[in-house]
Every structure is written in C-alpha cells, then in structure tokens.
C-alpha cells in the first residue's frame, strides 16, 4: 500500500512536531509538578490535555458508549485491550476519573517516562514476580485514596491489530 505524499508531508512536519512539543511541554510541567504534587492530580491533568491535544491533532474521534452506568465518587479498576498507540489517549481522555495505570515493569526503565509513570503515582508490575514489589499493598493504598486503575490486559500492543491474550500476570 504506498501513502499519498500529502499524508507523508504532514506527518513529517506537522503531525510529529506538534506531538512532539505537546509530549515536552507537557511532560515537562507534570514531571515539574510531581516535586509538589505528591498526589499526581496535576500529572493526570497534564496527561488528559496531552491525550486530548494527539487526538484532536490527528483527527481521531472516540464515542464512549455506557458512562451513564458509572456511578460518579466511585472507585474502578478498568481493563482495555491494546490494539494501538491511540488506546492511552482514548482511555485518558475519555474517562472523567483520576485513573492510574498498572503497567509492566520495563516501562519504568525508559528515561523521562519512567519517572513521569512512577512519579505520576502509576503501578509497575515484574512479570516473573507479580507481587515482589507489594503491587497488591500498592494497589489497595490508590484505590483507597478514591483512585481508579486501568490494565491493558494483554501486556502490550498488538502487532497484527487483532486482540491477544489476556496476561495472568
């Protein structure tokens, strides 16, 4: 299949420049604000701009179905496959929650997105020890504080676009 030049074009100069300084500016104030803001609301404030910013950007449209059956004040654990790189921004800004994510340890090694995840209040899990580093404990303490939590529950993206399966890990 061979892209029409114009698409070409704007991904180069407009699309990823503009994701790009969305990313850093962005990143840069939670990452700033997590120094002040033990909690990461502004983070998660930080997080839903950015996430709303990629999709305007690139013309994504999300219809969310079904948030008339959540009961506001409550807390949730949702879980959502990982078909894309949209589905973060989907989930981030269409869900009107403080949410975490539980994410797979290696994440927390990236430079800059480690720190931002782990200071953003955001759960690592070692898929070789799942409870090694007291997710569990970990877990309880951020759904005690009235936050919800979202597992991509095949582990990771999918590369041939179709559904995997979930990790029991």
């Known amino acids: 299949m061979r892209i029409p030049p114009y698409h070409w074009w704007r991904t180069v100069f407009f699309l990823i420049p503009a994701i790009s300084v969305y990313t850093l500016v962005l990143g840069a104030a939670s990452i700033v604000s997590s120094l002040f ?12 701009a950015w996430s709303w910013l990629i999709l305007k950007t690139t013309g994504v449209r999300v219809t969310v179905e079904g948030l008339d059956r959540i009961t506001p004040g409550t807390t949730y654990v949702f879980v959502s496959n990982h ?25 927390a090694r ?12 955001h759960l690592f899990v070692d898929r070789k020890h799942p409870d090694r580093a007291g997710i569990l404990k970990r877990w309880r303490a951020l759904v005690s504080e009235g936050l919800s939590l979202i597992i991509y529950a095949e582990g990771g993206r999918s590369m041939d676009g179709r559904a995997g399966r979930f990790k029991a890990r």
Do not use: E, M
Request: glycine content about 10%; some cysteine.
């Open 37 to 48: 803001d033990s909690s990461g609301y502004f983070a998660h404030g930080c997080a839903r």
């Open 83 to 107: 078909q894309s790189i949209y589905d973060t921004p989907v989930v981030f800004a269409s869900l009107p929650y403080q949410i975490r994510i539980i994410a797979k340890a290696s994440l």
């Open 110 to 121: 990236f430079p800059v997105l480690g720190w931002h995840l782990r200071r953003g209040g």
